[in-house]
């Protein structure tokens, strides 16, 4: 598979990541992978990061969003977004692996672990 290091890959107009094609209002289509990109990243503390690279010529258009679709991306934000505590939903995701509820529910909880201490 051809390789190259950061800028050095031909132009957006031959080649492009998938957040490339999205921005142009294209989707991979089911294409292989024709290259990638490799750096080092500060981030990543050093480690080799890889980015592969589709071609735009065939690259089909982003279906559209259907209502049920539209449905469907509702509920799976609403699952992310509701305390499964005091049931409310909130603008953001809320952090449900770590602490497993939302801020306030959490602070209540360590509040009354405190004063049963």
């Known amino acids: ?6 800028r050095w890959a031909p132009p957006k107009t ?22 990638q990109l490799v750096w080092r990243s500060r981030l990543t503390h050093g480690q080799e990061t890889y980015a592969w690279l589709y071609r735009v010529d065939l690259a089909l258009p982003v279906r559209p969003m259907t209502p049920a679709r539209a449905v469907a991306l509702d509920r799976a934000m609403a699952a992310r977004q509701t305390c499964p505590l005091c049931r409310v939903r909130f603008q953001t995701c809320l952090p449900l692996k770590s602490i497993g509820s939302c801020w306030g529910c959490s602070e209540e909880s360590a509040d009354m672990a405190a004063a049963a201490a």
């Open 1 to 6: 598979m051809p390789t190259w290091p950061l």
């Open 14 to 35: 031959e080649l492009a990541t998938k957040r490339q094609l999205r921005a142009m209002g294209l989707r991979p289509a089911g294409q292989a992978v024709c290259g």
